[in-house]
T-cell receptor, first 115, second 112 residues
Framework: DTAVSQTPKYLVTQMGNDKSIKCEQNLGHDTMYWYKQDSKKFLKIMFSYNNKELIINETVPNRFSPKSPDKAHLNLHINSLELGDSAVYFC??????????????FGSGTQLSVL | SQQGEEDPQALSIQEGENATMNCSYKTSINNLQWYRQNSGRGLVHLILIRSNEREKHSGRLRVTLDTSKKSSSLLITASRAADTASYFCATDEESSGDKLTFGTGTRLAVRP
């Protein structure tokens, strides 16, 4: 049973397109996150939701819009994709709010390639 | 340099040897975490050490924290080929609330 699952694993698309990445966790956690990992393996937080409420919104272009229909799901929609959006996007969850004190459970990533 | 910077960037050792990775950070922290990432996979939590702790063990892993030097080390003893992965430290910066900041990681290769 996969604890944090995200789909698709690979996403290849043209510049200007709109795409979505889905994430679901079956751990009963309250908090979910989206991270972006660039080609140099640098991992940076994008968004965090606690029980469907947005609590962290980093400096991310507003072309990126997270949506949390319930606390087990956090989807990421990206409009007007650009070349620089190419990266691996990770979904993660933690039992409670507060990353510093909580261990994060990560999905296996979505590799987005924008051509 | 950025918060949570690992050293070395890459490390290659023989199976059975010990591997030591270091992490340096800039600001005061409450906790420091270490994660492992296998190629093409997500990160897996290894260990969390609190600022009032100096050393922590988990199986073949030993983590130390020196808050005066703002540094931490991860030691993997008796390494195995399966330990081949990237290892990241993650810290919480005082100025950014409880957000975790990850470094760029150490790529460890264990030769059979």
């Amino acid at each position: 049973d996969t604890a944090v699952s995200q789909t698709p694993k690979y996403l290849v698309t043209q510049m200007g397109n709109d795409k979505s990445i889905k994430c679901e966790q079956n751990l009963g956690h309250d908090t979910m996150y989206w991270y972006k990992q660039d080609s140099k393996k640098f991992l940076k937080i994008m968004f965090s939701y606690n029980n469907k409420e947005l609590i962290i919104n980093e400096t991310v272009p507003n072309r990126f819009s997270p949506k949390s229909p319930d606390k087990a799901h956090l989807n990421l929609h990206i409009n007007s994709l650009e070349l620089g959006d190419s990266a691996v996007y990770f979904c993660a969850s933690s039992l409670l709010r507060g990353q510093a004190n909580e261990k994060l459970f990560f999905g296996s990533g979505t590799q987005l390639s924008v051509l | 340099s950025q918060q949570g910077e690992e050293d070395p960037q890459a490390l290659s050792i023989q199976e059975g040897e010990n591997a030591t990775m270091n992490c340096s950070y800039k600001t005061s922290i409450n906790n420091l975490q270490w994660y492992r990432q296998n190629s093409g996979r997500g990160l897996v939590h290894l260990i969390l050490i609190r600022s009032n702790e100096r050393e922590k063990h988990s199986g073949r892993l030993r983590v130390t924290l020196d808050t005066s030097k703002k540094s931490s080390s991860l030691l993997i003893t008796a390494s195995r080929a399966a330990d081949t992965a990237s290892y990241f430290c993650a810290t919480d910066e005082e100025s950014s609330g409880d957000k975790l900041t990850f470094g760029t990681g150490t790529r460890l290769a264990v030769r059979p």
